[in-house]
């Protein structure tokens, strides 16, 4: 490749210290051509999107993300205030907390957080205070399942709870696993003889089930969780800056990072519009249909959990069966990834040699570290290595004629983060209307959930019906009309966890069950 | 699905509270007589490694990982009593570190331990101890990348370094990410005032560069690392084995349940051996050809890093260009995956609606906790919800044409995580077969690291080149006869790091770049 056509791929925003590299993805020209229709109808959808037209039709919502980073935007003043005043709350109780103001009733101050939740209501969190820890000014923990032993083992790290803040995040305040960990942890909170509101705080929406729950248990506080807010996209809401608030993360920055990069890709300019860059790369690989995997490797330790969170934005928002005109197209793109090099060790021999079926996505952080370093061999660097590893891996798989975007930032700052979530945030939007699908519900979730409250309701039954006489599964379940499958997993679940007796036979037919 | 036709496809090694349901992925019957002559030759080939044949031709290695839980299994008796005598001299380490006989020139006794690793020499000790960590006896940290950053942060987090073991894990001594990161600790406990070699230990092949620096230099001890164990099956070789011995994990247990697990997998019967019937599955499903990506969810936190560890094991393995015959085959299954109910607030949207291109395997945990659980509802406790939201996720899946495998063990122990990596490898070994791959090597790898080797030498030689007139990368390029791209990018890298000064342009042409 010549450096000429190095450059005119190489897309760069000095005010963000951001490039981005497209040079590997052997996009001709003529494909911006074909897609042009569809790229001005994206760019169309955005505005509408911003200008807050409901563009969630399904949820009949306004997809307001945007605005949280940008309040101008907003469609309305009142939406504005709601932006602007959720902002100076989260400020004015993250300075309470730290001055201690607002303070532990044992005494002190509150030194540690546990922060409730689960999708986006936890992996925002998880994401940006992973990448920022240095700064961090309290420990935090997060119970982001349902499975008891992860909350013993959560409990067990913190130790005292007596300092330790809760923050339960539950839009709805129904979300099952949310709502099961915020009992875990008052039980946890009452066993140690402690009042579990005067360390508790919601983030939810008005007047949901967690809002009055939290009311009436005398929490020390609620914030609002805005219903154009979606949770994969939450994290500069509420959602996400009051944990990064509490952690001392410079919110402004954070902000700021992503404003900017949201300035720069509403240009219509293709050439110059990383997101729309993005977009098109991803939809030239995949043939718009999700062909290719992408493999999202930050060469920086700190951004681990980026490609996690980066699956969720991405899977959930363009994993869709229908389109908008209501035509099957069972759209969407697999990612994974960890971190580089250690996954040179891991699965790079597959992404090389093997079966040819993703591209990759390097993130490159141009700085080794702050301070000085040790030389490991004469004039070399540790760092040196990480930069040639990803320079390395890049070629090795060009030339065995695997794709790759490579996006670089000078130094993982709150200020480089926001500009990377915004970035994808809006590669989304427009991948989205490239396709032409709504990124913005999640309509699948729902047989999973409504399949589980079926079995919770059988596994009811079942425990009622179980008796002193050994029975098998087929007899239980043709006395409550289930199917024996069925019963057969709420039976092996229920003698697991000591509430069934097992007589073991040789194969599921032959197991009996009593009580 | 008839309880008939689910009992069918349900297999259960009682020993090990395991079972495999296989029912979902509908494989009809006329499947296995079709795969029945190459099935064969996978058990042959099982022996004739298993005897110490050389079945990684292209290293010319044997391959005994499955020796090491069954010593007996070895070719001969200098293997076996290298099994036995390895594992006696690092139970007497572990205990001396317990007791405090050996002991940090400080005082007291070792209470953390750093682990230097990448690869199969961290993947493995990070998967197990995270998963059996409430028995952990030390604290453990892991550099297992070069970035000085990630380096810098791991040694803010163990604090005081005057208690703590550092295990350096590398075959050959010559990994740069390991090397770099025994000298970022050296200089480190250098700069504490501490005497590296007194808290260091190897694990290295005899006579390699780190077994003669570690001799040199006066470590504690150094630990041999066989030839015949490949790195992403060396969890049960002295690389796992040391630090779960001083984490204080039962190492007969876990040894044990992958020698139960091997001996199951032994069995020439298809239908009741779960290797055979992992790699039929997978073979069924991707066509032998890893048409489909395999999602891995374990319902249970501490299981967590069980995709990534696959993700080593099973990409490294089967990701491979040429088959046996030297014929191009391109082969390989990508793996991803997190944990549940979690993940299905991530991606399960698309795995429901989206893209077809994967297969999911559930991993089941039976019991919820080991103490009493408090009533989220009348009668249902946390862990009955994420039993609920497996059962009803892989049934929703289901509904919607998505297959899935679902393994069960009753509870996260050393012994049924010693036989769920037994299974794996074992599965592994026999898809290899099916589709005619070394599964032992990983050629791919070396392309990165020649190029990354480059990459570092013209580092060298822009830095030496640079001086105080400000010039371009073509330039400069042209001095050295180098690419004009690599230049720039070193260039950038220099610039980054304080070892050059950069006069921005508005583009990489124009960009000059002084000492």
Chains 1, 2 share one sequence.
């Not at 090099?341 to 702050?370: K, P, W």
């Not at 032409?436 to 919770?456: C, D, M, R, S, W």
């Amino acid at each position: 490749m010549s450096f000429e056509t190095f450059s005119a791929h190489l897309l760069r925003y000095p005010d963000l210290t951001f490039s981005l590299d497209t040079s590997l993805m052997d996009i001709p020209s003529t494909f911006y051509e074909t897609m042009m229709e569809r790229v001005t109808k994206a760019y169309t959808d955005l505005l509408a999107l911003e200008d807050g037209n409901v563009v969630n039709p399904d949820e009949e919502r306004m997809v307001g993300h945007y605005w949280l980073r940008n309040p101008e935007l907003a469609p309305n003043d009142e939406i504005r205030s709601s932006i602007t005043d959720a902002l100076a709350l989260l400020r004015d109780f993250a300075a309470k907390i730290h001055t201690g103001e607002i303070s532990p009733p044992a005494g002190g101050k509150f030194e540690k957080l546990l922060l409730i939740g689960i999708g986006g209501s936890a992996l925002g969190p998880q994401f940006v205070s992973d990448a920022l820890r240095p700064a961090a000014q309290m420990a935090t923990y997060f119970f982001d399942n349902t499975d008891p032993d992860g909350i013993d083992r959560t409990l067990a790290e913190i130790g005292d709870l007596s300092k330790t803040l809760v923050l339960v995040i539950s839009k709805s305040g129904g979300t099952p696993e949310t709502r099961n960990g915020m009992l875990e942890a008052e039980a946890a909170y009452t066993a140690a003889g402690l009042e579990f509101g005067q360390h508790a705080a919601a983030i939810t929406g008005h007047g949901s089930k967690l809002d009055l729950y939290s009311e009436s248990n005398d929490w020390l506080t609620s914030f609002p969780m805005e219903d154009w807010v979606g949770g994969r996209t939450s994290i500069m809401s509420t959602v996400g800056l009051v944990p990064l608030a509490l952690q001392g993360i410079d919110l402004d920055a954070f902000l700021a990072g992503a404003s900017t990069m949201d300035a720069h890709t509403r240009e219509t300019n293709i050439r110059t519009n990383a997101a729309m860059q993005l977009a098109l790369a991803w939809h030239h690989e995949g043939n718009g249909r999700g062909e290719k995997d992408m493999v999202v490797i930050p060469y920086k330790d700190s951004l681990a959990l980026f490609s996690k969170y980066l699956q969720q934005l991405i899977m959930e928002s363009l994993g869709k069966r229908l389109d908008l005109d209501g035509k099957e197209v069972f759209q969407g793109i697999a990612v994974y990834g960890n971190k580089g090099s250690t996954d040179q060790h891991a699965y790079v021999q597959q992404l090389r040699d093997g079966v040819h079926n993703f591209f990759a996505t390097f993130i490159e952080v141009r700085q080794g570290r702050a301070g000085e370093s040790i030389e490991v061999e004469p004039g070399v660097m540790a760092g040196d290595y990480l930069q040639g590893f990803l320079r390395g891996t890049r070629k090795a798989l060009y030339e065995s004629g695997r794709r790759s975007i490579t996006i670089s930032i000078e130094e993982v700052t709150p200020r480089t983060i926001g500009a990377l979530i915004a970035l994808f945030e809006r590669a989304v939007s427009f991948y989205a209307s490239l396709v032409n699908i709504n990124p913005y519900h999640q309509p699948g979730v729902e047989a999973g959930k409504k399949a589980a409250t079926l079995f919770l309701e059988l596994l009811a039954d079942v425990k009622d019906i179980l008796s002193e006489k050994a029975q098998t599964a087929e007899a239980l379940a043709s006395a409550l009309r289930a199917d024996p499958e069925e019963v057969y997993h709420c039976l092996t679940h229920l003698a697991a966890n000591g509430k069934a007796s097992l007589e073991s036979g040789s194969s599921p037919h032959e197991d009996r069950f009593r009580s």
